[in-house]
């Protein structure tokens, strides 16, 4: 079964800053890979997501990701933050041919400073 | 109304009390998942429906019992439920069920148990 790390539980970063987010999966094949942002009594939204060909994923807000199968690793990064950014980031993974089920790592909650 | 919409958004209910959440579609989409979201653990496949039809129950207690009358609509018809089963649900739809199809999620039900 397929599992997902993100090590950072809580992240501070000041606004005009650069955030990168770590994600790290387990799984025996490539997987898909998605990060998600949820925002205060939010649902989730997604920002974007890795499924084949170039490993350097472009997203909503700014965000990208990059793909690196020998580090089994998915992190995601934005050049400059906004205040508006400053909510709960998901990172998820899909294994291949069972049904579109996610297994979402615990989350990086990023708080944002002026 | 757009996206996926889910009722009631806060929920306190007794131990003994029966009550359902509703969750409603407005995508087109054939696949609908609940998800359970609790503080301090990450979010828990719960559900799957395609075209009306459960193809996952991820070990969920019976105390939760889902229902899907179309592909639109989704229900959690909850009872006898304990403390711990407070928590955020969220309802989520994707356009079906294959690889790395993009699940798009409503704004949650938080439900408090007494």
């Known amino acids: 079964a397929q599992s997902v790390t993100q090590p950072d539980i809580h992240i501070t970063v000041s606004e005009g800053a650069s955030l990168e987010l770590r994600c790290n999966y387990s799984?025996?094949?490539?997987?898909?890979l998605f990060w998600y942002v949820q925002s205060p009594g939010q649902g989730l939204q997604l920002l974007l997501k890795?499924?084949?060909?170039?490993?350097l994923v472009q997203g909503i807000k700014g965000f990208e990701a990059e793909f690196k199968r020998s580090q089994s690793s998915f992190n995601l990064r934005k050049p400059s933050v906004h205040w508006s950014d400053a909510a709960e980031y998901f990172c998820?993974?899909?294994?291949?041919?069972?049904?579109?089920?996610?297994?979402f790592g615990g989350g990086t909650r990023v708080l944002v400073k002026p | 109304e757009t996206g996926v919409t889910q009722t009631p958004r806060h929920l306190v209910m007794g131990m003994t009390n029966k009550k359902s959440l509703k969750c409603e579609q407005h995508?087109?989409?054939?696949?609908m998942y609940w998800y359970k979201q609790s503080a301090k653990k990450p979010l828990e496949l719960m559900f799957v429906?395609?075209?009306?039809?459960?193809?996952e129950n991820n070990s969920v207690p019976s105390r939760f019992s889902p229902e899907c009358p179309n592909s639109s609509h989704l229900f959690l018809h909850l009872h006898t439920l304990q403390p711990e089963d407070s928590a955020l649900y969220l309802c989520?739809?994707?356009?079906?069920?294959?690889?790395?199809?993009?699940?798009?999620f409503g704004p949650g039900t938080r439900l408090l148990v007494l």
């Open positions: 989520a739809s994707s356009h079906g069920t294959g690889d790395g199809e993009t699940q798009y």
């Open positions: 799984y025996g094949a490539t997987p898909y």
């Open positions: 890795y499924f084949s060909g170039d490993t």
């Open positions: 998820a993974v899909g294994a291949r041919a069972a049904g579109n089920k996610l297994t």
């Open positions: 995508l087109g989409h054939n696949a």
């Open positions: 429906y395609n075209f009306k039809e459960q193809t």
